[in-house]
């Protein structure tokens, strides 16, 4: 099955300043690849997702790029702010009989400092 | 996206006792998802549970631990059965639309 490993775990960062967060998934089969943020008590929320077929999504402050040779894809959040301070997780789905099923990575926590 | 909501938010109960999680959606989907989210961890798929079909289990997962109900297309109960203290977790469903799934607020259970 699909295996996703995210990096950093804990990644601290002042006001302003850029975070970025890598993931690797393992089944090249994978063409769905959302991020998730959770703050602390609350359920996670969509933020951004990109599908396989594109290199690079922008929504204002973040990003995500894919690169599906070597089978990794990363956030980008530009000029954080403190109440970007979440629990962040990436995760993976591919099509099939798998469809729709996700597959997380292990979360980054991310600290931004005022 | 889609109002998802869930019953209990919250419960604590006895080992060897069930509960059961209700999640409730404002509109009809196809894909529906319960997941475990333990203390300070990542979200694991307990299994997937799709209108008129049995519902599917990840590895590590068991039809008798954890039965599912799906009698229509807005509505899904997740069981926990003979709870133990490892049991004590976040239990989340979410819904599928399209490719994009997002999660009900969530239930947190803990077993004394």
């Known amino acids: 099955g699909e295996n996703v490993e995210q990096h950093p775990s804990t990644l601290s960062v002042q006001e302003g300043d850029s975070a970025v967060i890598k993931c690797t998934y393992s089944?090249?089969?994978?063409?769905?690849f959302p991020w998730y943020k959770q703050e602390l008590g609350k359920r996670p929320q969509l933020i951004i997702d990109i599908r396989s077929n594109v290199g690079e999504k922008k929504d204002q402050r973040i990003a995500v790029t894919l690169n599906k040779t070597a089978k990794h894809f990363s956030l980008h959040i530009t000029e954080t702010q403190p109440e970007d301070s979440a629990v962040y997780f990436c995760?993976?789905?591919?099509?099939?009989?798998?469809?729709?099923?996700?597959?997380f990575g292990q979360g980054t926590i991310l600290t931004v400092h005022p | 996206s889609a109002v998802i909501s869930q019953k209990p938010s919250r419960d604590i109960c006895q080992r060897g006792t069930s509960l059961t999680i209700q999640c409730q959606v404002d509109s009809q989907v196809t894909m529906m998802f319960w997941y475990r989210q333990q203390p300070g961890q990542s979200l694991t798929l307990i299994a997937t549970a799709n209108q008129g079909s049995e519902a599917t289990y990840e590895s590590g997962f068991v039809i008798d631990k954890f039965p599912i109900s799906r009698p229509n297309l807005t509505f899904s109960t997740l069981t926990v059965s003979n709870m133990s203290p490892e049991d004590s977790s976040i239990y989340l469903c979410?819904?599928?639309?399209?490719?994009?799934?997002?999660f009900g607020p969530g239930t947190r259970l803990t077993v004394l």
């Open positions: 979410s819904v599928g639309l399209g490719d994009e799934q997002f």
């Open positions: 089944d090249s089969a994978s063409n769905y």
């Open positions: 995760a993976a789905s591919s099509g099939g009989t798998s469809y729709g099923k996700l597959t």
